[in-house]
């Protein structure tokens, strides 16, 4: 069958048409809702996956990490605090993969969970910010001598010896741990003004660190409240209802 140049031209023109619609379909999913959200939510994967790279290698005792991010003297000293952040870091990526596929699936309800997910985090983050500036008092110096006396094993104490390459509290012989390294004729410093450096530097940079991924966590959580249940063009929960008058 031969079909007129009129209809061939028709033919071409409505697929013309066809091919411009579904790109123009395309481009109006994404509103400025949408978009925003999708900014804030990356701004979260960077920073929580950046969190979590330094939190491994913490862990496993990268050269770069040490003394201040060295896993096993933040055991010793700062316990409660490493735990808080080795939780928080991964649970931000796995908040921000949530985030991703409630943007790209357009799902109001894993969009929802999403933003309910925030706040726990943002709970987390407050904590270690608020740890740290609580310890960082006038007292200080006081509470370390203490946890050095009363509070830490031979095990803890040798941990912080070995790795701020001190001797001792005040001396080599004030409540030492002796090893190849350390002992009563040492030359090695006395652990107290080094350890005390440690902990404010540590605390300092961490809270700092703390209440600056704090205010961007806010930012992320402002526009998930206001953009979440836009993110198309359709007033409709996650699974709209069919009009009757198409299932008949």
């Known amino acids: 069958m031969n079909f007129s140049p009129n ?11 066809e091919r411009e619609y579904q790109k123009t379909r395309k481009l109006r999913t994404w509103t400025k809702s949408k978009v925003a959200l999708l900014v804030a ?20 005792g990268a050269a770069w990490t040490k003394p201040y991010l060295d896993s096993g003297i933040m055991i010793v000293a700062n316990r409660k605090l490493l735990y808080i952040m080795t939780v928080a870091a991964p649970f931000g990526v796995f908040i921000a993969v949530t985030g991703y596929v409630g943007i790209f699936a357009q799902n109001r309800r894993i969009l929802s969970i ?5 706040w726990p985090l943002l709970a987390l983050i407050v904590s270690i910010g608020y740890i740290c500036f609580r310890r960082k008092n006038p007292f200080l110096h006081l509470k370390l001598k203490s946890s050095w006396i009363n509070g830490y094993t031979r095990d803890d104490r040798l941990v912080i010896q070995n790795a701020l390459s001190c001797c001792g509290y005040r001396a080599p012989g004030d409540y030492p741990s002796y090893d190849l390294h350390c002992f009563p004729r040492a030359s090695l410093p006395p652990c107290e003004n080094l350890f005390l450096t440690y902990q404010q530097d540590l605390l300092s940079n961490t809270s700092f660190s703390a209440f600056s991924i704090m205010a961007l966590q806010l930012v992320v959580m402002i526009v998930a409240l206001l953009c979440s249940n836009h993110v198309d063009n359709l007033y409709r929960t996650a699974n709209p209802i069919t009009p009757k008058l198409y299932t008949q």
């Open 7 to 17: 209809r061939q031209d028709e033919g071409r023109l409505r697929l013309e048409q």
């Open 114 to 118: 999403y933003t309910i997910l925030l």
């Open 41 to 60: 939510n990356t701004l979260l994967f960077i920073y929580s996956v950046g969190w979590t790279v330094v939190m491994a290698m913490s862990w496993k």
